[in-house]
């Protein structure tokens, strides 16, 4: 009893519990609920990276341990109930656009995952990350994730089945009586009754149902629950940087890069802001510590096997319930630990499973879209052109590289160049360079 209570008084001052209003008790349960919202990542992750080549068994192995390690360096050093995992949009664009659409093998993806990750840490130590997220308008950055909504959309349609490729019109309507297409519908169903009904496992809960109804009628075979964690062999400091040099290459880690700053920046806030942990200015204290543990992440990520690691608007459902501090992530750090050992259990998982979560994703990304000054043609036009651009091109770098050419070119043809910064002209110029040169 009395090694209990000095545990409990050890977590109340290394993580402030008292100050925040909250307790051991309290911060756990607030771990198991953000855990619970997004464990669906250790199903779904493998099975898209697998797409790229990648051997399944690794990639998931490598999911598990970058969560791990993001939500216990942002548990442990910032201090924040945020919890980490690979993004569900970048693993789309590192598999469908850079190693199937631009033909890199999928090392040398890992190795501009793991320089993005590098400069990321750079950023976050020093001042450069003001001037890096100033270079970037809000306009284009709200544009950005509407625009990859689209496209995971789009991803989501095409792993169902629900479109398939036409001869005329590229895309048309798939067989809707498949049982692909039904179990998507059903999914993305089972998500939108589940969170209407207050249950924030809803994703998880919707893999499971598909899974299980996929297995009884012999869609995909069981082969047991649990298994011993083994390395990830086989994509172990896989990475490969003959072609790290390469203008398009250069874009890629840019690209990478961008939408991770932006992704992290964004929840971090609108988590904190729900936790009521931004100071008086609306600024987040300990920014510094908070990107850190993203950036590096991401780059241990990139060297054990995974695509791009970033910060989970999920961990809004444990502040919900009363996380306040970084316990909260610590325990999401220690589960994704212990859920090395479903590896049989994700390998069951098919493909039009991930349907319902990315549409359900997809939907939640769009709302971005309302925040775009529509009147000011100047901020309108190249967002449209994001938004446009980046699913029917099937790229992340396609849309926001004629997205940034756009806004400059729409603020110089309306005598307004001087609400051009520098870094903006920067990074227009090398998504030039990645088009005409």
Known sequence: MHRCFKVTSFLDQFFALSAHKTSVKTEFIAGITTFSTMIYIIFLNPLILAQAGMDRDSVFTATCLAAALGSLIMGLWANYPIAQAPSMSLNAFFTYTVVLQLGYAWQTALGAVFLSGIFFMLLSLTRLKDYFFDAIPMSIRYAMTAGIGLFLALLALKNAQLVVAHPAMLLTLGDVTSWSCLMAVLSLVVILVLIDRGFQAAVFLSILLVTLLSWMVGEVAYQGAFAVPTLPAATLNAMQWDQ????????????????????TMATLVAVADKAQLLDAQGRLPRLKQALFADATATAVGAWLGTSTTTSYLESAAGVQVGGRTGLTAVVVGLCFILSLWLAPLAQMVPMYASAGAL????????????????HDFTEAIPAGI????????????????????????????????????????????????????
């Open 359 to 374: 549409l359900y994703v997809a939907i939640l990304m769009l709302q971005q879209v309302t925040k775009v000054p529509w």
């Open 244 to 263: 790290l040099l390469e203008v398009g290459v250069i874009t890629l880690v840019l690209s990478f890069l961008l939408i991770d700053c932006f992704d």
């Open 386 to 437: 994001i938004c446009i651009m980046l699913p029917f091109s099937a790229s992340l770098i396609t849309g926001i590289g004629f997205g940034f050419l756009a806004y400059v070119v729409m603020k110089v043809s309306y005598g307004r160049y001087r609400e051009l910064s520098p870094g903006t002209w920067l990074i227009a110029f090398l998504f030039f360079g990645k088009f005409y040169l």
